[in-house]
């Protein structure tokens, strides 16, 4: 079946500007997360989603970012003011439940000019 | 807070030659254990995984891993490597910190197959 994914593939934007980042995840799957891939510091979790609870936000590394998850399905990651550092790829996974086998996609790589 | 830790960021190795790259986390509780592998150009995709029971895990592409508890470790090995095993290996770990949730990523390692 149909995989993780998350859109754009690319994305180049100017110091300040804001950016929305989209995932759609595999189908059926309640849980959805956000991780951030760069040089240096690896991959880092942002966000986690489980169905209607409150979503874990513990990883986000400033109130410039912020998520929803739209109907139990769709996620958009949102960065406002954007700075150089926020350059990154940023990935989106899934899975059926909380402690399970989570589920990649294909990632958005932001660049921040 | 749990961390993972991958001692080599870098291996090259020749085609036939074995391999083993090493993990160790630093929680001392029920974890469960991952290793995930990102091919060239594509996302990261699970290798294997251990939840409980056997220690000895066998992944796809015949790659497997060895928890050991004692040690905090989950190695993983192959006795034969390809050319098309380049690709970067990550270790992660969901354990209590977490609620056993979102995953806690070593810093990767880069293996480069010589054919």
């Known amino acids: 079946g149909a995989g993780v994914s998350q859109s754009p593939s690319n994305k180049v934007t100017e110091k300040g500007k804001d950016v929305e980042l989209r995932c759609d995840p595999i189908?059926?799957?309640?849980?959805l997360y956000w991780y951030r891939q760069s040089l240096g510091q690896g991959l880092e979790f942002l966000i986690y989603?489980?169905?209607?609870?409150?979503?874990?936000k513990s990883g986000l590394p400033s109130d410039r970012f912020s998520a929803e998850r739209t109907g139990g399905s769709v996620s958009t990651l949102t960065i406002q003011r954007t700075q150089q550092e926020d350059s990154a790829v940023y990935l989106c996974?899934?899975?059926?439940?909380?402690?399970?086998?989570?589920?990649f996609g294909p990632g958005t790589r932001l660049t921040v000019l | 807070a749990q961390s993972v830790s991958q001692h080599n960021h870098h291996v090259i190795l020749s085609e036939a030659a074995s391999l083993e790259l090493g993990c160790n986390y630093s929680y001392g509780g029920t974890v469960n254990l991952f290793w995930y592998v990102q091919y060239p150009g594509q996302h990261l995709q699970l290798l294997l995984k251990?939840?409980?029971?056997?220690?000895l895990v066998k992944g796809i592409k015949g790659f497997e891993a060895e928890f050991i508890k004692s040690k905090f470790s989950f190695n993983l090995r192959k006795p034969s490597v390809q050319w098309s095993d380049t690709a970067e290996y990550f270790c992660a770990v969901m354990g209590p910190n977490s609620g056993y949730s979102t995953l806690t990523f070593g810093k990767g390692t880069m293996l480069l197959v010589s054919p």
């Open positions: 996974a899934s899975s059926s439940r909380g402690a399970d086998t989570q589920y």
């Open positions: 989603f489980q169905g209607n609870s409150a979503p874990d």
């Open positions: 189908s059926g799957h309640t849980a």
């Open positions: 251990y939840f409980s029971g056997d220690p």
